[in-house]
Structure formats: structure tokens, C-alpha cells
């Protein structure tokens, strides 16, 4: 069983549509839970970071976190072509080798 | 403040060749880490640098190093390349005086091995 399991899609929603991206992870020990942002021929951009279970929001952007189904997602409202993009979840552990990255869902904003 | 620079962006290497990869932190930021990306594994973490001295590493096998320097900037090489080792490197620097784990990527280097 891999740590992080990302469903890599592509996900295609009419502009506007609110988007809903999820990973689940293996290991409960996981402290640090991200969302990047990668277009293409770019390198991965932090959207959003959070270090417990609960929401997080930030502009038209959701993360949220369920460490009890091990469980992390991020929601878009109001989506815009320019929000398409691969999206990577990320988690990490304090004092770990580095983060460990889901393989990322390309999601496609079609207006 | 400037992002994080990587160079070359582009590079093409034939196998058995070796390589050095060149990451310019953002100013102020003292930790490098390395990922490899491939569309097969994703990102994978490399190594993490911080003033100076290797501080974790992940599994990729010893042809793959690195180094970091006194103003931070850091290196990473790969000797005897294989043809599996094509993939896009990507630098990421933070500073832990900041969010744990609030990382900033560079563009990557984007290496191909013939």
C-alpha cells in the first residue's frame, strides 16, 4: 500500500462548479498535511498547509482534514479555467525524510 | 524576494554520463531539499540539506548526492546516469525558523538520458 493514494484523474467541471480533490494517507504519524498546485513545466506551488484536523480556508480555497479516516481534501469554489492544473497532496512528519507526495489529479476547468 | 532558481532547465545526457544539478534558495532560506518527479513514482524526495550538512535522505541509490554551500545555494549530482533517471529535478527551500514544512519549489531541471 502506497503512503499516499491520489486519484490522478483528469477531473473535467464546467467554470464555476465547486471541485472536491481527496488523498487518503497509510500513516497515522503524519503531522503535516499540504495542497501544491503544479502547471505545466512549472514547479509545485503551496497552496495551503494545516497541522490538525478541521478546515482551513483561504480566498475560494477549502482544505480539510480528517486524521481519524486518515482522510485530507481540498475544495475550489467558484472555479476558473486558470485553476486548471495538477493538484498534489503532500504530508510530512516533523524531523522526517522530507514530504511524501500523492502523484497528484489533473483537474481541468472547462469554461 | 526572488524565488527559488534552478540550472540548467534543460538537459539532455547520454547514459554512463554524470550530471550536476544547481539550486539557488530564496534569500534567507537555509534548508534545500531535492525530489525527483516521474509520471510513473510522482514526487520523490531526494535529500534535504541545512547549513551545510546533509540532514535527511531518502532511498535512491548512492550514484545520486548532493552538497550544500556556506550562502546555501546547493548541488546535486548523478553519476553513471541510467536511462530511468530521466525526470524533472525539482529544489525546494524553507527555512525552519518559518512553517515547518512550508516549502517553495523551483522551476526544476528537466533531465533527459539517452
Known amino acids: 500500500q502506497k503512503e499516499v493514494e491520489q486519484d490522478p484523474g483528469p477531473l473535467s467541471v464546467p467554470e464555476g462548479a465547486i471541485v472536491s480533490l481527496n488523498c487518503t494517507y497509510s500513516?497515522?504519524?503524519?503531522?503535516?498535511f499540504m495542497w501544491y498546485r503544479q502547471y505545466s513545466r512549472k514547479g509545485p506551488e503551496l497552496l495551503m498547509y494545516?497541522?490538525?484536523?478541521g478546515n482551513k480556508e483561504d480566498g475560494r480555497f477549502t482544505a480539510q482534514v480528517d486524521k481519524s479516516s486518515k482522510y485530507i481534501s481540498l475544495f475550489i469554489r467558484d472555479s476558473q479555467p486558470s485553476d486548471s492544473a495538477t493538484y498534489l497532496c503532500?504530508?510530512?512528519?516533523?524531523?522526517?525524510?522530507?514530504?511524501?507526495f500523492g502523484k497528484g489529479t489533473h483537474l481541468i476547468i472547462q469554461p | 524576494k526572488a524565488g527559488v532558481t534552478q540550472t540548467p532547465r534543460y538537459l539532455i545526457k547520454t547514459r554512463g554520463q554524470q550530471v550536476t544539478l544547481s539550486c539557488s534558495p530564496i534569500?534567507?532560506?537555509?534548508?534545500v531539499s531535492w525530489y525527483q518527479q516521474t509520471p510513473g513514482q510522482g514526487l520523490q524526495f531526494l535529500f534535504e540539506?541545512?547549513?551545510?550538512?546533509?540532514?535527511n535522505k531518502g532511498n535512491f541509490p548512492g550514484r545520486f548526492s548532493g552538497r550544500q554551500f556556506s550562502n546555501s545555494r546547493s548541488e546535486m549530482n548523478v553519476s553513471t546516469l541510467e536511462l530511468g533517471d530521466s525526470a524533472l529535478y525539482l529544489c525546494?527551500?524553507?527555512?525552519?525558523?518559518?512553517?515547518?514544512?512550508?516549502?517553495?519549489f523551483g522551476p526544476g531541471t528537466r533531465l533527459t538520458v539517452t
Open positions: 534569500s534567507g532560506h537555509r534548508s
Open positions: 494545516t497541522y490538525s484536523s
Open positions: 525546494a527551500s524553507s527555512d525552519p525558523g518559518l512553517a515547518v514544512y512550508e516549502q517553495y
Open positions: 503532500a504530508v510530512g512528519l516533523r524531523g522526517a525524510d522530507g514530504l511524501t
Open positions: 500513516n497515522s504519524a503524519f503531522q503535516y
Open positions: 540539506y541545512f547549513s551545510e550538512t546533509q540532514r
